[in-house]
């Protein structure tokens, strides 16, 4: 589920107590915003609470001051907070190798509209894949990885993400693994997709080892990442049934499209704020 272009979108988390509904909802009715769409959640073993509120502002409003009372009314609670204006984009950088779909698959939901996001640079180990991000306007960086110099590659890589103001990193069948020195500086705001066979069907042609398997479901993860390989805090997870008359190629066609699927929605949480970190699990606040 989308936001509608005119609204603000309100986030907090807190240790659970007596009174947070009231102090979010009282203060938006005292400031004359209207609530459009308003999801909560409890979590009660580990005593927090999450509150993601979207609500049109009044005519006048001052955005400046609203803040200001916001924190006051909010720091008795310890509340994280954040604020979303209305209208904005969230800046990405896509990591690629060779495959083409979940790329050519987000590309097409940033330009339809579906995803409210300008992806700012995509970046490959490969240089393959240049054409389609040319053709979408959107600058290409190829740099091919020395195995006997893998940090020389991703410095150049975060050089990339901080040059380019980026919030969001998604890794759209990158097929190489991040060192943990840079998977600690993307913690919590780098997305991986990979297939949920795993970790039955590791390394090479997954879909034909669970052919071979006769596998009856296939699916596809979407996580953040961390230096655990593929175990990330899991945002979204899709699948879809098959049978004895899917074929290895079949299985494949199969993945490429939940992989993209799961992928987008696991962005689309994330830009409409709609994903919360709960230690090494996540929180969806989703309609």
């Known amino acids: 589920m989308s936001r509608t272009p005119d609204t603000w979108i309100l986030t907090t988390q807190c240790p659970s ?30 005593s927090r609470f999450f509150i993601r509120v979207e609500f049109r502002q009044p005519d006048g409003f001052d955005e400046q001051a609203f803040r200001a009372g916001l924190d006051e009314r909010l720091a008795p609670f310890d509340m994280q907070v954040e604020l979303t204006p209305p209208g904005y984009r969230a800046k990405v950088v896509i990591m690629v190798s060779k495959a083409d779909h979940c790329l050519n698959d987000l590309l097409y939901r940033q330009r339809i509209g579906q995803l409210e996001m300008d992806v700012v640079a995509v970046v490959s180990n490969h240089p393959d894949l240049e054409p389609l991000a040319r053709w979408h306007g959107i600058p ?3 740099f091919p990885l020395d195995p006997n110099d893998k940090p020389a590659q991703e410095r150049r890589v975060m050089q990339v993400i901080e040059q380019t103001g980026a919030e969001l990193v998604v890794l759209a069948r ?8 840079l998977c600690k500086k993307l913690d919590g705001w780098a997305i991986n997709i990979h297939h949920s066979l795993l970790p039955g069907f590791k390394g090479a042609k997954p879909y034909h080892q669970a052919y071979q398997k006769g596998v009856k479901l296939v699916g596809a993860t979407a996580h953040y990442i961390n230096n655990d390989l593929d175990e990330g805090p899991i945002i979204t997870q899709g ?25 987008a929605k ?8 709609r994903v919360f970190l709960n230690a090494n699990r996540t929180v969806v606040l989703n309609a």
């Open 140 to 142: 290409y960086h190829h």
């Open 174 to 181: 990158y097929m190489q693994v991040l060192s943990p020195e």
């Open 239 to 263: 699948v879809e049934p098959v049978d004895h008359a899917h074929y290895p190629e079949d299985l494949v066609a199969k993945g490429r499209d939940i992989e993209c699927l799961t992928l």
């Open 17 to 46: 107590v007596l009174g947070t509904v009231d102090a979010v909802t009282r203060f938006l009715f005292e400031q004359r915003c209207y609530v459009t769409e308003h999801h909560s959640f409890d979590d009660r073993l580990s």
């Open 266 to 273: 696991a962005v689309g949480y994330h830009i409409e704020r």
